[in-house]
Each structure stands twice: as structure tokens, then as C-alpha cells.
């Protein structure tokens, strides 16, 4: 943890949803490494809390709050108590998602509407929540988690691809939209998490975890791209990395 590198002045207050595995997990370790201040949500608070703990352990500042995304209710609870807190909110980073996959024609609504609810309605929440305190103070930094996923399509992938370019597409909007907030979409291909440990098709959902154990990068180095992201000056707004394994086309 090198928190004395950066000053005071430079520490941002940054909220990331679903801290407690994976990309948040590794970003809010990163951000704190980076000197930030990191509020970290997600629904198990258990891991939260060891998160957090062991960030200030190493010397960092973290904070945890228990989140829900689907709910506009939790989402804008963890952004009012972080506001409360520290008095403003820099960065929000939404991060939180799920990716049950499989055909159309298996008709698995309700894991569509899952994906639909977490990865889309849940970024949509963070801003309606995070936006009007960003233009009151005329200044932040939105960043969403899209995926290589956002680009194309595959077999499969059809729900989580739709909630992903929907994710790009709204950010976009959001930029063109601002010229006080600055808004980024980094987009993953293959990351080591627990993404691929969940949906009920289990075909599918091994053939994926395959895929990924084969080819998946750190989680820590899409950590780092979000870092160069926020650490860019106030008037630098990248708006859109892609950060996949080398070995995939
Ligand atoms: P993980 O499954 O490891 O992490 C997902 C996180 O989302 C967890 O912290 C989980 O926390 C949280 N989450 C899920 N549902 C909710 C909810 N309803 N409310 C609040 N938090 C929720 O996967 P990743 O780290 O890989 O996923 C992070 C993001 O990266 C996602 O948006 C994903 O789509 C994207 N991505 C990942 C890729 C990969 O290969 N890993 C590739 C491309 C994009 P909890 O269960 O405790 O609530």
C-alpha cells in the first residue's frame, strides 16, 4: 500500500458496486494502494468487511456499506451515506454484474431478467443516484464496467451482450450529456472472478469456466486500467478501454 504517494488533496472518494469479488474487489484494493478513499458495495457484507479491513490494515481508507443494485432505494442509500460521510463522491464505479448464460430458446427468463436488473437497470441506478450530486458540484467521474461483450455477439450471449451494449450506449449518452462529469466504460474480455460460477445451464456455464481458466487475465489489471482512467488530470476523459487477454482474438 503506497497511500503517502498520493496527497491529500489528490485522494478521491470513489464508490465501487460489487467490491465484495472479482473487478471491484481488485479496483478497490488498487484505488487504496493509489492513495484513494474506497466505499465498497456489494451484498455480502461479510466480505465487505474483511475487504475494507484489510485495506486499512495495509494503510488505506475504506468504508462498506451493504448494496443491492436492483434497488434504487439501495443504490441511492450507499451514495447518500458515502456523500454524508465524506462530504462529496469523486468517482462511482459501476462494476456490479452477473452473467448466467445460454440460448434463447432454453427460455431462461428468469436469469435474463437477472442480467437485465443487475448489469443494466443496476448502472442506470448508480447514475440517477450519483448524478445529481456530481452536477451540483459541477465535477466526478462515472465509470461502468461493459465487456469486450459490448462489442459483439456470440451464441449464448445474446441477454448479457444486449445489457452490455446497452451499458456502452448509455455511457455514451452520458458523455455527450456532460461537460463538467467525466464518463469512462472499461470493457473486459476474459478476468479470473467468480463470473462464470453461477447460471443454470450447466452445459454452458462449464464451457465458459473452461474457457476462462485457459485464458483469463488478472483481475488486477483491469484494476489497473480503471486507475489510469480516474488518475488522468480533471480536463482528460478517456471514454472507452478495451483490456482482453493477448492470446484471444
Ligand atoms: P464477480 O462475480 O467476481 O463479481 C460480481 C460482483 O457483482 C460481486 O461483487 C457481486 O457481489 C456483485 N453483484 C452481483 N449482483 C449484485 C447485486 N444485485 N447488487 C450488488 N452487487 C451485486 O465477477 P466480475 O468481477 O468478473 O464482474 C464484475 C464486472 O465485470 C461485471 O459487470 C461483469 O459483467 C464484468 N466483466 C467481467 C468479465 C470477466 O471475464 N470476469 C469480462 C467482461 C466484463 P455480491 O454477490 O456480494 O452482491
Known sequence: MNSTTTPTADRKIVIVTGASSGIGEATARRLAADGHHVVLGARRVDRLKALAEEIRLAGGQADHHELDVTSLDSVRAFVQAAHERHGRVDVMVNNAGVMPLSRLE????????????????????????????????????????????????????????????????????????????????????????????????????????????????????????????????????????????????
Open 106 to 249: 432454453a427460455g431462461l427468463v428468469e436469469e435474463w431478467d437477472q442480467m437485465i436488473d443487475v448489469n443494466l437497470r443496476g448502472t442506470l441506478h448508480g447514475i440517477a443516484a450519483v448524478l445529481p450530486l456530481m452536477r451540483a458540484r459541477g465535477a466526478g467521474h462515472i465509470v461502468n464496467i461493459g465487456s469486450t461483450a459490448a462489442y459483439r455477439v456470440d451464441p449464448t450471449a445474446a441477454v448479457y451482450c444486449a445489457t452490455k451494449f446497452a451499458v456502452r450506449a448509455l455511457s455514451e449518452g452520458l458523455r455527450q450529456e456532460s461537460t463538467d462529469i467525466r464518463v469512462t466504460v472499461v470493457s473486459p474480455g476474459y478476468t479470473e472472478s467468480e463470473l462464470t460460477h453461477h447460471g443454470s445451464d450447466e452445459e454452458v456455464r462449464a464451457a465458459v469456466h473452461a474457457a476462462s481458466q485457459q485464458f483469463a487475465i488478472p483481475a488486477a489489471s483491469v484494476a489497473g486500467a480503471i486507475a489510469y482512467a480516474i488518475a488522468q488530470p480533471e480536463d482528460v476523459d478517456v471514454n472507452e478501454l478495451i483490456v482482453r487477454p493477448t492470446a484471444l482474438t
